[in-house]
Structure formats: structure tokens, C-alpha cells
């Protein structure tokens, strides 16, 4: 984790990340089913510093606004081949690398553009830190594969066009609310017959018993 002082990671967090231990984590950085059993890591609880940060930017940033947003970008903007460009896990740490080089961010929106610059700065660099574990890289297996550049190239692609992703988004909300109001104007019409339709059977069957 290293000494350096960060926001995040006051002596109150360090302690509840130690309370909270790691845990064991099979991952091979090979396909052969052999080394699956045999190469391990340490994963450490990095939840405390996302509620540090989270709580510290209220309320002018919401940073689990961001990390929504990121996640809806991921899902209009990459192919499926493409979503390990932008995992979870990797876009969480950027944030806290971002949040933790500035501070004094003061809207989502200074905070999406600076995790999209830090994802392409790591990119570029072959070396994405884990926030907890700095030698730890992220994205060694997307390296040693030759994916790296292309994922650069993409998230470039995206900061650059970021409101046009977001207006994208924002479409398929308006179609999900529209199509979420013609269901709940038809499934009450629906429960009702069903529950006409099994009264009904229910009564043939008492007659018949009877």
C-alpha cells in the first residue's frame, strides 16, 4: 500500500481495510487449467476508501453517479469483445487515483473526464496501479496479449465523444421509461383476467367436487 498520505486513506480507513482482512483469489495469468490451482493473490477490501471519497465529494459529486455513468458508457460505446477495456474493478481504481490527484474536483462531470484521462494515461503506460497495491498491475494479461493500444485508442474515442455517448444513454433511459409505462398500464388489465381466468377454474372444480 505504501506511506504516501492520501485523503482516502486516513489511519481510520487503513484500520477498517485491516479489520476487514483479504481474501485468497485464484487467478491465473495463463489459460492452462494447471496453473488455475496454483497461482493465487491477496485481495484487499477497498470499499472503506470508495465511502471515504464518496462522502468527502457530497454534494457537489456524486461519485456513484460517476461510476454508474461509466458502466452505461461501457455498455453503448464497447463491443462485447471490448468490455474488458473499461472493467469494473479497473475503472474503480482509476477513480480513486483520480479523485486522489485532484482533490478539489467539484462536479461529475470534472470527475468522468479526469477517470477517462487516468484509464488512458495507464493505458499508455503498460502499468495500472491498483490504488491498494501500487506494483500491482491491472492490466498485465491485457499487456502480454497486445490489447493495450487498442483499448487506448478506444477510450480516447470516448472522452473525445463523451456527449455523444451521453446523449445516447440518455435515449435509451427515455425508451426504458416508455416501455416500463406500457407495461404497468398493461399488467394490471393482465393480472386481472388471470385472476378472473383461475377464480373461474376454481369454481368448475368446486362444482365438480360438490
Known amino acids: 500500500m505504501g506511506r504516501k498520505e492520501v485523503l482516502a486513506l486516513s489511519i481510520e480507513t487503513r484500520n477498517k481495510i485491516k479489520a476487514g482482512g483479504g481474501s485468497l483469489v485464484a487467478k491465473s495469468l495463463e489459460k492452462d487449467e494447471n496453473k488455475c490451482v496454483k497461482i493465487w493473490r491477496l485481495s484487499l477490501n477497498y470499499a472503506p476508501v470508495l465511502q471515504v471519497a464518496y462522502d468527502y465529494f457530497l454534494p457537489n459529486c456524486d461519485i456513484k453517479k460517476v461510476l454508474r455513468l461509466l458502466k452505461d458508457i461501457k455498455q ?50 503498460g502499468h495500472f496501479p491498483s490504488f491498494l497495491e501500487e506494483k500491482r498491475n491491472l492490466v498485465f494479461k491485457m499487456s502480454r496479449t497486445g490489447k493495450l493500444e487498442r483499448a487506448t485508442n478506444k477510450i480516447e474515442k470516448i472522452s473525445k465523444n463523451l456527449t455523444q455517448y451521453l446523449r445516447k444513454i440518455k435515449r435509451q433511459q427515455e425508451s426504458n421509461e416508455k416501455r416500463l409505462k406500457k407495461y404497468a398500464t398493461f399488467f394490471p388489465t393482465f393480472l386481472l383476467f388471470f385472476c378472473f381466468h383461475l377464480f373461474q377454474k376454481w369454481q368448475q372444480k368446486w362444482r365438480w367436487s360438490v
Request: aromatic share 10%; charged share 35%; glycine share 0%.
Open 76 to 125: 453503448v460505446a464497447l463491443k462485447e469483445e471490448e468490455k474488458d477495456f473499461m472493467k469494473s474493478y479497473n475503472v474503480k481504481h482509476a477513480l480513486l487515483w483520480s479523485v486522489h490527484e485532484n482533490p478539489k474536483i467539484q462536479s461529475e462531470e470534472q470527475l468522468l473526464i479526469c477517470v477517462l484521462k487516468k484509464i488512458i494515461e495507464f493505458y499508455e503506460k
